[in-house]
């Protein structure tokens, strides 16, 4: 409920406020909440619950789109040395080790310095730090499954390498991926407010969480909360969510397996 809640949110940010994320009202700055500004107004005028309804549009796009593409990339990388095995899965895992020695937000901060901001950058950035677990998680399954009688008689009955990966592999080797992946969409948003609050982030003025949160830290300590809690309380939901989603996937696959 907290995600459709969000995604109607998201769709319909446009129709549940009378401003612009980026619309100035010059006789409003630092407004508080109530009367024409629901959240009240920041330090420039713009409209504080306009700015989190866009940000929501722009954090969960990210997060996801960079989620999915870790789990493509992952899997593909995990699949294939998982199933191959020899030196192809040695160099793999030994390349995974050396994105997997750095902390994950540490090397997002080095990655995002070296791209610089922007949507694309930053989905990349966080789909590269991302990937690696990924594919540890698809290899075991797959040298687990890769062994199987199904997966041997697929051999033995002439399918080519290709085909006994993606049509007897991958799809057995992806349940726990599923369960992760919600998860790693509220890690990934956290990440992203975490590059946009130092600044390496989505840039000013363009509404995103983590910014807003950063701008508003100054207010907070002069009184003016609204600047900066909303977008804080809303960024702590949303991950909320996605990580109810998530423990109740990991239930449901454990009573299953049971």
Known sequence: MILVLVAV???????????????IDPLASLAPPGGAHLLGTDLNGMDVWSRVLHAARLDVGIA????ALAVVAGS????????RGGWPDDVLMRVLDVFQAFPTFILALAVAALLGGGTANLVAV??????????RLVRAEVRSIR???????????GASFWGVLWRHVLPNSLTPVRVIAPLNCGWAMLTLAGLSFLGLGVPVP????????????????????????PPGLFLLICVLGFSLLGEGLQERADSTRR
């Open 206 to 229: 363009t509404a995103e969480w983590g910014a807003m949160i950063s701008l508003g830290t100054g207010d907070v300590v002069a009184g003016r909360w609204w600047t900066s809690v």
């Open 126 to 135: 966080i789909a590269l730090v991302n990937a690696p677990a990924y594919a």
């Open 76 to 83: 593909f990388v995990g699949l294939v040395a998982g199933y």
């Open 64 to 67: 996801v789109a960079a989620v």
């Open 9 to 23: 949110a998201v769709v319909f940010a446009p129709l549940l406020t009378a401003w612009g994320p980026e619309e």
């Open 147 to 157: 062994e199987l009688p199904f997966v041997e008689a697929s051999r033995t009955s």
